[in-house]
């Protein structure tokens, strides 16, 4: 089989492509100019991926990256940036997926699967959710990547072309730097809890992933469905931080915080900063991270695709723990 995978310089898109590879499909990505001479599309290329020069905001480039591909994983979004215009999200999340799946359809392509993420159902009040819990995105991203998901949803039931929608659920493992800043607070005994921490927290190792990502694409059954793709199971965010603190070897920072301090200072933040294109310091969402539950059921993906996470926290934490300290980050 060959496969195009948007998005492959990123974290996620390098795992899938490499995991692609393994299975024995001729890989092909799709990388944006500016990042042709970047040190991941360099060793992509390396490892025998084909490289295709576009971006999801060029039709004809998208289009032309298709051509040829039996599956095409549309992993590219644009995530949370400061100071970038709401038309942003939507150019590349919600345009950029029409692009995709339009030249998908045009190349002969037999499916595509969709990336959108678990933050379309934001807070999830009655724990686990399914695929079927209601909608509450918290933000541009959240609700661009709704707008792109049901999109494609539309596209695939116009026929002449199959479509899966995955929702990746708290992606992390080697690579990875989004949860860096997390371990190193906790190495250094510099995490406080907002709030009891007994909200409930779901995570991914990247393996797990790239494996439901495959599953979604070569699955006969999975055409048309919607999944969400997590862990074995989901914690509390206070048990999440003694794992992690145990793995490091430190004891937990026994201090808990209240919430409303922090969120204030987060929309004062974003009030100043963002206007002026600069990083805030703090963000509400940062805040959200303390208040909002995650804990997702992945019954569906287990029973209709085969999906089998087997990549537990304390193995999962221990892997990324020790390519932190390899490269150096912590």
């Not at 009040?125 to 539309?154: I, M």
């Not at 793709?229 to 915080?257: D, S, W």
Request: contains cysteine; positive net charge; charged residues 20%.
């Amino acid at each position: 089989m060959t496969a195009l995978v948007t998005g492959v310089t990123g974290f996620t898109g390098g795992h899938l492509a490499k995991h692609l590879m393994r299975h024995g499909h001729k890989v092909r990505g799709l990388v944006r100019p500016r990042s042709l001479d970047s040190r991941a599309a360099v060793s992509l290329a390396e490892a025998g991926v084909e490289i295709a020069r576009g971006d999801l905001t060029d039709e004809v480039a998208v289009a032309r990256a298709c051509v040829g591909a039996d599956v095409v994983y549309h992993i590219a979004a644009t995530y949370r940036e400061a100071g970038q215009p709401d038309s942003a999200y939507r150019a590349v999340n919600v345009q950029g997926t029409h692009h995709v799946i339009a030249g998908a359809r045009l190349a002969g392509a037999r499916r595509v699967v969709h990336c959108s993420t678990g933050g379309v159902h934001g807070h999830v009040a009655d724990p686990p959710a399914n695929e079927e819990a209601p909608f509450n995105p918290g933000d541009v991203y959240q609700e661009t990547k709704l707008e792109a998901e049901q999109a494609a949803r539309s596209e695939g039931e116009g026929g002449g072309i199959e479509v899966v929608i995955a929702r990746p659920i708290g992606i992390y493992g080697p690579g990875d730097t989004r949860f860096l800043k997390m371990f190193r607070g906790i190495s250094r005994r510099r995490f406080p809890i907002l709030g009891s921490g007994e909200v409930f927290y779901h995570l991914t190792y990247i393996d797990d992933l790239c494996e439901g990502f495959r599953l979604c694409g070569e699955v006969p059954a999975a055409a048309g469905r919607t999944y969400l793709l997590a862990g074995p199971r989901y914690t509390t965010l206070i048990a999440l931080v003694a794992l992690i603190a145990a793995e490091l070897k430190v004891r937990p920072l026994p201090v808990h915080l209240p919430v409303w301090p922090f969120w204030v200072a987060g929309a004062a933040c974003e009030a100043v900063c963002i206007p002026l294109r600069l990083q805030p310091p703090l963000y509400r969402r940062r805040v959200d991270f303390y208040t909002k539950s995650r804990a997702f059921d992945i019954t569906r993906a287990r029973t209709e695709l085969g999906y089998a996470p087997v990549v537990d926290l304390p193995e999962g934490i221990r892997r990324t723990i020790a390519w932190y300290r390899a490269q150096g980050l912590l």
